[in-house]
């Protein structure tokens, strides 16, 4: 157990409609990360956000959204969501500044577009 | 370019022997940061080492070593006396800072999948 929590753990909607997944990070980490993996695409970067300000963006779409509470929880918002946003996404946390900077995946929710 | 590379898609070994997963990575940063993680078929990411760009040994975790090789800019993650429960798929994955000083972006490859045989 990493420490991270996701929820949901799965998802099913349908096209264009919008959900929000939830992302907890483990005790005293500032910085979460949130990450899609899917088949054609691998495991991509999306957004990173460190004590509530967003620090880093990578391949995130326009569609997508994130935000990080002052409880440090983080939600990842989808809307419009088309039938190739169905893949896994994970969460992680880190402790940014600190030497090492693994980061801590939690479990990932499934979410399916039909 | 591809950041990452691992240009084993799968690979065998035979349980009790040792393993070696390559990556290779681009960067013109000084600072960086180089990780494995482990993603069994339950689909968890289970960090596994980390090497910093700064670092003069190799980073070593139990039975998992990063040979950091950073003039020929590889990482390789060595698993020795594989475990049936090391089957699994690995991804390297390479820290590199971020527009922002203090913020960091993470590139990860496409993974290579072990099987451990008895």
């Known amino acids: 157990d990493s420490g991270v929590t996701q929820t949901p753990k799965h998802l099913i909607t349908a096209t264009g409609q919008r959900v929000t997944l939830r992302c907890s990070p483990r005790?005293?980490?500032?910085?979460v990360y949130w990450y899609q993996q899917s088949l054609d695409q691998g495991l991509q970067f999306l957004i990173q956000y460190y004590n509530g300000e967003e620090r880093a963006k990578g391949n995130i779409l326009e569609r997508f959204s994130a935000q990080q509470f002052p409880d440090l929880h983080s939600e990842l918002n989808l809307s419009s969501l088309e039938l190739g946003d169905s893949a896994l996404y994970f969460c992680a946390s880190s402790r940014s500044g600190s030497s090492d900077n693994e980061q801590f995946f939690g479990p990932g929710t499934r979410l399916t577009v039909l | 370019a591809q950041k990452i590379t691992q240009t084993q898609p799968g690979m065998f070994v035979q349980e009790k022997e040792a393993v070696t997963l390559d990556c290779t990575y681009d960067t013109s940063d000084q600072s960086y940061g180089l990780f494995w993680y482990k993603q069994p078929s339950s689909g968890e990411m289970i960090f596994l080492i980390y090497q910093g760009s700064y670092d003069e040994q190799n980073a070593t975790e139990g039975r998992y070593s990063l040979n950091f090789q950073k003039a020929r800019k590889s990482a390789n993650l060595v698993i020795s006396a594989s475990q049936l429960g090391d089957s699994a798929m690995y991804f390297c994955a390479m820290r590199e800072d971020g527009t922002t000083s203090g913020t960091y972006k993470y590139i990860f490859g496409t993974g290579t999948r072990l099987k451990v045989l008895a």
């Open positions: 005790s005293g980490d500032l910085s």
